[in-house]
């Protein structure tokens, strides 16, 4: 696993550098160090990070500029802000954090986000095979999959890079049934969509963050409401 830690207070890189190479959740790992906002983002363009420790006052961009960049151009790495302050806490689900901590509570909160981190990463990098109704075959991670949708007798997966109809063997009952445990929510008859995917809420429509938009019934709307509060709170302790 790899680990970056973006923060301009050397003494506190140490400080966590060594919190989590000791708590042993993320296993077998290597950390790199960053003082700037910029250098870690030049990074980018040739390191891939599973997870990401962000402080929100960096010398020379904001931690929270950081995060949006992280959710929009790499959204599987996992985010955990750190803050001495907690006004951004409130807007962080906007872009994609895990946990938001502020530094003074760190000690108590560190092992239960890397271990809620780590078990994301994991269930993140699962690969699914799904086979469409014409024979082929596409390899899928969980995290991809935007919605399933009902249509007609096939069930439609709807992933970031494409849109592939399944064979008619599969029911949208068994996948409802599958990727209710992986978070997914029933949004109207016919459609379950993955919380990290909605970009907002506007009326009795979920606005994906694709641009698509999918129905809310209203029927389902105080459980859909219910189940991605509980999402939200998650990601921040």
Do not use: W
């Not at 996992?78 to 907690?86: A, E, Q, T």
């Not at 399933?148 to 890079?161: N, S």
Request: aromatic fraction near 10%.
């Amino acid at each position: 696993m790899r680990i970056a830690i973006c923060d301009d207070d050397q003494d506190f890189q140490k400080f966590l550098s060594a919190a989590v190479q000791s708590h042993g959740a993320s296993g077998p790992c290597v950390i790199d160090l960053y003082a700037r906002g910029m250098d870690f983002l030049e990074s980018l363009k040739s390191t891939g990070y599973d997870m990401v420790f962000l402080d929100l006052c960096l010398p020379d961009i904001s931690g929270q500029e950081l995060a949006r960049h992280l959710h929009e151009d790499h959204p599987q790495t996992v985010v955990i802000i750190l803050s001495r302050f907690d006004e951004y806490a409130r807007y962080a689900f906007e872009d994609g954090i895990h946990r938001y901590i502020l530094k003074n509570e760190l000690g108590g909160k560190l092992g239960e986000a890397l271990r809620t981190a780590v078990r994301k990463i994991r269930k993140r990098n699962v690969v699914l095979l799904f086979e469409s109704d014409d024979g082929s075959r596409y390899p899928v991670r969980i995290h991809d999959i935007q919605y399933f949708e009902a249509f007609r007798r096939h069930v439609l997966v709807h992933t970031r890079a494409r849109t592939i109809r399944l064979k008619t063997t599969v029911s949208f009952r068994k996948i409802d049934e599958i990727f209710r445990e992986h978070g997914f929510i029933p949004c109207h008859k016919g459609l379950l969509v993955h919380p990290e995917a909605i970009d907002r809420f506007e009326g009795q429509t979920i606005r994906i963050a694709d641009g698509s938009c999918l129905p809310l019934s209203r029927r389902s709307e105080k459980q859909v409401m219910s189940l991605y509060r509980r999402y939200i709170e998650e990601l921040i302790v």
